[in-house]
């Protein structure tokens, strides 16, 4: 029984250690490109849809492989997917992957007029394949390319300089924009040399003839001896004219040419509505004080460049004004008119007790500005150096007149303006004629005292 039992014992440790030299079995994974049999590093490898690992630099990935099939996916971008099942007795796996087929779009542009290129003619070629295409109304075409893949790209089209290029191709589609030299077509660019901005309207001039003028990009386009020495002059009023001598080459498409401003002055003229200079005014362009009114009422804008200004007219006591100017057009005179501005003066209305007096009506100048409030206060606005009547009437009260002029820039302190209350002449009346009624019995009176004493002397002289 004990030999029994020794034999059992021994039979279940092969048993185990069968079992763990099967579960040890390991795969070695190497992943290929399926062109030039280069490694491919970093692709992702999944075991029954679970993700196990990266493929290392040399392409690589070691995988314990266990019992029964293994369902494997690999991936890697610019690559198709790789999938297969491998027998877990399997110690190495060589996985070759196809290079993804993608698309290159080409599109053509003329380099002056920025216009496609129809028509043009494209050839393609890689260490494996060629092909070629001709670009359409758009100046665009497609080839079928394969990531990861050196090209070589060829373009030709009529009246434009041939052009060539190499392009390397990623894991993704890619596009690629060129533009073609012509031939026989040169650009001129103009910019103003501060702000950079297109110059419109500047003549171009070579070896003595005009070619035209630049348009609103501050371009023109225009045919050109090449390989030729040439004189150009670029003029535009308000700018000093550049002078060139040039030898253009084939290769050269475009001149670009920035004029300098030729400083300008300006005169801004301020008046009142009576049309009265204003003196002392001062005049801001982008925010800076630059000149101020003389007793003419005339500031000087000095050395600025031809262009629109946004300028501002400002004196105490008068409103602003914003306006816009342009001084690229030959004018220089700019008139300004500034009114008056007005001031907050605030009118407490009271009785001779001191009392505030509401609802009472306030008039400037036989105008209505308006009634107090219960505190017997009214705010209103008064024009800066005119002269104001001040009319305040109320029922039972005698109409008060105040007179009020604030000069220029001063502030306003509160006016407080006192009602006296009106005599009722009817109630005068009333008490007068009571007194008189009064009077006149009391006059009865006496005399009927009077009569009675003169009877009584008759009867003792009797």
């Known amino acids: 029984?004990?030999?029994?039992?020794?034999?059992?014992?021994?039979?279940?440790?092969?048993?185990?250690?069968?079992?763990?030299?099967?579960?040890a079995t390991n795969l070695l994974i190497t992943v290929q490109d399926n062109l030039d049999n280069t490694s491919i590093p970093h692709a992702t490898v999944y075991l029954d849809g679970a993700n196990v690992g990266l493929t290392n630099n040399a392409g690589q990935f070691l995988l314990q492989s266990g019992q029964g099939d293994l369902n494997l996916l690999i991936t890697m971008d610019g690559y198709n997917d790789w999938a297969g099942t491998v027998s877990g007795n399997t110690t190495s796996l060589s996985v070759t992957m196809n290079r993804r087929t993608l698309y290159l779009n080409v599109s053509l542009f003329d380099s002056n007029t920025l216009e496609p290129v129809s028509g043009a003619s494209l050839f393609l070629t890689s260490a494996n394949s060629s092909q070629t295409a001709v670009t359409d109304t758009t100046?665009?075409?497609?080839?079928?390319?394969?990531?990861?893949?050196?090209?070589?790209?060829?373009?030709?089209?009529?009246?434009?300089?041939?052009?060539?290029?190499?392009?390397?191709?990623?894991?993704?589609?890619?596009?690629?924009?060129?533009?073609?030299?012509?031939?026989?077509?040169?650009?001129?660019?103009?910019?103003?040399?501060?702000?950079?901005?297109?110059?419109?309207?500047?003549?171009?001039?070579?070896?003595?003839?005009?070619?035209?003028?630049?348009?609103?990009?501050?371009?023109?386009?225009?045919?050109?001896?090449?390989?030729?020495?040439?004189t150009i002059k670029v003029e535009k009023t308000g700018y000093q004219t550049v002078n060139q001598f040039l030898t253009i080459s084939t290769n050269e498409a475009v001149d670009s040419?920035?004029?300098?401003?030729?400083?300008?002055?300006?005169?801004?003229?301020?008046?009142?509505?009576?049309?009265?200079?204003?003196s002392g005014a001062d005049v801001s362009v982008n925010g800076t004080v630059v000149a101020t009114t003389t007793a003419y009422g005339r500031a000087t804008l000095q050395n600025l460049v031809p262009g629109s200004y946004a300028i501002v007219v400002s004196k105490t006591g008068y409103t602003p004004v914003s306006q816009q100017i342009d001084l690229s057009t030959g004018t220089s005179?700019?008139?300004?008119?500034?009114?008056?501005?007005?001031?907050?003066?605030?009118?407490?209305?009271q009785d001779s007790d001191q009392k505030n007096i509401a609802e009472a009506t306030v008039l400037l100048n036989g105008a209505v500005a308006g009634t107090t409030d219960p505190h017997g206060q009214l705010d209103t606005q008064l024009t800066y150096s005119t002269s104001y009547n001040i009319t305040v009437t109320h029922d039972g009260y005698l109409p008060q007149t105040v007179q009020q002029e604030v000069p220029l820039g001063n502030t306003t302190t509160p006016l407080t303006i006192t009602l006296q209350k009106n005599t009722d002449w009817g109630f005068v009346t009333l008490i007068g004629i009571g007194i008189l009624i009064v009077l006149f019995l009391y006059a009865i009176i006496r005399m009927a005292r009077h009569r009675n004493r003169h009877h009584a002397v008759k009867r003792n002289e009797i």
Do not use: H
């Not at 030999?3 to 579960?23: D, G, H, K, N, Y």
């Not at 990623?170 to 073609?180: F, I, K, R, S």
């Not at 300008?264 to 003229?269: A, C, E, L």
């Open 257 to 278: 040419v920035t004029l300098t401003p030729v400083p300008v002055n300006g005169f801004v003229f301020v008046y009142d509505p009576q049309n009265q200079p204003i």
């Open 139 to 230: 100046g665009a075409t497609s080839f079928g390319v394969t990531s990861f893949t050196l090209y070589s790209l060829n373009m030709t089209a009529p009246n434009y300089q041939p052009r060539s290029d190499t392009i390397e191709v990623d894991a993704t589609n890619q596009n690629v924009q060129y533009w073609l030299l012509s031939q026989n077509q040169y650009s001129f660019i103009v910019r103003d040399q501060n702000s950079l901005a297109p110059v419109t309207g500047a003549s171009i001039t070579v070896n003595s003839v005009l070619l035209g003028t630049t348009d609103a990009r501050g371009i023109l386009v225009a045919a050109i001896n090449r390989n030729t020495p040439l």
């Open 1 to 23: 029984m004990k030999a029994s039992r020794i034999r059992f014992l021994f039979a279940l440790l092969c048993v185990i250690a069968f079992c763990s030299a099967v579960q």
């Open 333 to 349: 005179d700019f008139p300004v008119v500034l009114t008056l501005a007005t001031v907050s003066q605030t009118l407490f209305v």
